[in-house]
């Protein structure tokens, strides 16, 4: 069964483009042009990836975004016009998983579309396993089963990539991983310089699961190296 994605963008020109694009890679395409609509047609259709440009109608890209974070852990893409890094840390800060600023790349889109419908069957298809693997960290708690975590007992509701971000940490105890290690292991492609996508995502799940995310206890950085957890198993 073909994969469904929804694009958002109030430009049926760009939403037009985009869905040639990708019905060429054999996806269904599903379309909305602002933001109540698209809200509308994830209540009705089964959708595998969202692609959901900032500025849109009645109600914006962020807003949508955090609404679709509430109820769904599947990947959004964000797309805008704006490419400063302002803009970027506030649309993965609200959860998505990818910014792509236009114009882009077919070639790029396309992977990048790929990239992130491979991680989400990947590790769906993990927590399909039988075993299931707690791991303690102090307060928290990770039960990869159902991917959840908890902070002192309580649900911490983080996004995909935070939580694949934070197992990652958890399994490798002591292993410094390098900004380029973390974003090729989760996001399964290659890191270019300048690319500030982990460091948002860290300091939004720090900000989730350390007492005080200034000075962090669980997620710590090894100056000049990358990240690492130290725990004891308890």
């Not at 790029?108 to 491979?118: N, T």
Request: glycine share 4%; hydrophobic share 40%; proline share 4%.
């Amino acid at each position: 069964m073909a994969q469904v994605i929804l694009i958002v963008d109030d430009d049926k020109d760009i939403c037009n483009m985009i869905e040639l694009y990708l019905t060429d890679e054999g996806y269904h395409i599903v379309k909305a042009n602002d933001g109540l609509e698209a809200m509308d047609l994830l209540a009705i259709h089964p959708v595998d990836l969202v692609i959901l440009d900032i500025m849109l109608p009645k109600l914006d890209g962020i807003e949508v975004c955090r609404r679709i974070r509430e109820k769904n852990n599947l990947p959004i893409i964000m797309l805008s016009a704006k490419s400063a890094d302002i803009d970027k840390a506030i649309g993965l800060s609200t959860g998505a998983d990818d910014y792509i600023a236009k114009p882009f790349s077919p070639i790029e889109f396309k992977a990048r579309v790929k990239a992130q419908l491979r991680r989400y069957t990947y590790f769906n298809n993990a927590n399909n396993s039988p075993e299931q693997n707690v791991i303690h960290i102090r307060g928290l708690k990770i039960v990869e089963i159902s991917r959840s975590v908890f902070l002192y007992d309580k649900p911490v509701r983080l996004t995909k990539t935070e939580y694949e971000i934070l197992l990652l940490l958890a399994r490798n105890v002591n292993t410094v991983f390098s900004l380029e290690d973390i974003f090729e292991k989760v996001w399964k492609e290659n890191y270019y310089d300048g690319n500030n996508t982990v460091m948002v995502h860290i300091a939004r799940l720090r900000e989730k699961i350390e007492d005080n995310p200034k000075e962090p206890k669980i997620i710590k950085n090894v100056w000049g190296v990358g990240y690492k957890i130290e725990h004891e198993m308890v």
